[in-house]
């Protein structure tokens, strides 16, 4: 059963449940998995911006070279960059150093293989069981040891790569960029100036500790006031290692994930291009996602949360698009994973083809209300055989109907267990969330335990 690995690599608090340790010998065993075959073999590390990274690499790069692998280090880079680098350079695997939208303290480890894709659950367990058997990894000697080399050029290739997949410019357009003072903030503002727009970029200056810091597209506030006050035609915001892209239309009004994936959708299908007119989302998606694909002659299909299963259930049936409310966005066509900044290039594409406002093309979606509450838990194990917890569960279902519903999940990243509800009535999804989280803390909150 795997332990270290979450919905999204590898994550803790660094130097105490991430440590260099730690890193040095997860290089090791992924150097083991993936490099099999005698022979030369490469692996790519990125990174976002903070102050942990350049320690962490060196750790990991470390051990990818004590098992014979040679690593090319390209610096800070978006996620997908990583993706896609190391599936058309021809790297054996791809690795990203970044805890994503957590705060600075954090940091993580994930894993791409050769051809760009996350790692199944089944790959995480063989890595994992090869880091406790650490004493069989090979060791090599003499020229059999790996080296590491800086190769930052990589970056502009990824960057050229986004640009190529608009036809056209965005000239006309003024566009705030909240960057998170992450991996987008020297990638996001300079290709779309490239592109033609004007851009006003902010939280684009990362020192290290700021990544995350009350911005980006968990923070998404000042970005909101920055686009009513600039007149702008949106706002972009991206997370602290980008693979995720939110909107704020002219009027300041944020569009997640499921109205981004509804836009794009549906201009996919008019151009043919929406395989099945099928769009895959997940348990999270809004419930005014289905009903306004419906209405426009589409279909959608759900999956766990995490990009990683969208996007099998994509690959499995070939659909088109998928992704996750929260912005992780899949383009299949483009790149083998969540994308912010394809996606937000794509989305700018559909706005300038449509010559409407970001506001109307918003409306094509309503948004059910919808509630999410985080209970820090001490244990995240065994809540669904909780009874209390189960009972309040049901009783919240029953009140709700056929007009709403309940989800409660373990968070896979963090130790908190995510109570959500949806609704027509704001009022009533309140008090049954707030019931059934105060049940949860009761049961498995840290002060009570």
């Known amino acids: 059963m795997v332990t270290l690995f979450g919905t999204d690599g590898v994550r803790g608090l660094v130097n105490s449940t991430l440590m260099p340790e730690l890193a040095y010998q997860l290089g090791r065993a992924a150097g083991a998995y993936f490099c099999k075959t005698k022979g030369e073999h490469r692996f790519l590390i990125g990174m976002d911006t903070r102050i942990s990274g350049s320690m962490l690499t060196a750790a990991l790069s470390a051990g990818l070279c004590a098992s014979g692998v040679n690593v090319d280090v390209v610096g800070v880079i978006p996620t997908p ?11 054996d695997a791809g690795v990203v150093i970044s805890a994503s939208h957590n705060p600075f303290p954090d940091n993580g480890i994930k894993f791409f293989d050769r051809n760009g894709y996350k790692l199944p659950d089944k790959t995480e367990e063989e890595i994992e069981n090869i ?54 903030s020297s990638f996001l503002p300079g290709i779309l100036a490239e592109l033609g727009a004007e851009v006003i970029p902010i939280f684009n200056q990362p020192n290290g500790v700021n990544i995350n810091n009350g911005c980006g597209s968990t923070h998404i506030e000042t970005l909101q006031k920055k686009v009513v006050e600039e007149g702008a035609d949106c706002g972009i915001a991206n997370d602290g290692d980008a693979d995720r892209c939110l909107f704020v239309d002219e009027k300041g009004k944020v569009l997640d994930g499921d109205h981004l994936m509804v836009i794009n959708a549906l201009q996919m299908k008019k151009e043919g291009r929406l395989n099945d007119n099928m769009v895959v989302g997940t348990v999270m998606s809004n419930l005014g996602f289905g009903k306004a694909l419906k209405k426009y002659g589409c279909q959608t299909v759900s999956t766990k949360v995490g990009d990683r299963y969208v996007l099998e259930e994509m690959l499995k049936h070939n659909y088109s698009i998928g992704g996750e409310q929260s912005g992780h966005i899949i383009f299949p066509e483009f790149n083998t994973t969540g994308d912010g900044l394809i996606t937000a290039v794509q989305t700018l594409r559909v706005l300038r083809e449509n010559g409407k406002k970001l506001s109307e093309l918003n409306s094509l979606m309503t948004t059910y209300p919808q509630i999410l509450k985080n209970v820090e838990v001490y244990s995240k194990n065994g809540w669904e055989e909780n009874e209390l917890i189960m009972d309040s569960i049901r009783a919240g279902e029953e009140e709700l109907g056929a007009d709403g519903r309940i989800l409660v999940r373990a968070s896979g990243t963090e130790p908190l267990i995510r109570v959500m509800g949806e609704g027509k009535e704001l009022n009533q999804l309140e008090r049954i969330v707030d019931d059934i989280a105060s049940v949860v803390e009761h049961e498995l909150g840290v002060e009570n335990n």
Request: glycine residues 12%.
């Open 81 to 91: 960059g990583v993706a896609y680098l190391t599936k058309t350079e021809g790297y």
């Open 131 to 184: 880091l406790r058997h650490d004493e069989e990894i090979v060791r090599p000697t003499g020229d059999g040891i790996g080296v590491i080399r800086d190769y930052p050029e990589l970056a502009e290739k990824y960057r050229n790569y986004v640009k190529s997949t608009v036809d056209g410019d965005f000239k006309g357009m003024k566009i705030v960029t909240d960057s998170a003072n992450g991996a987008a």
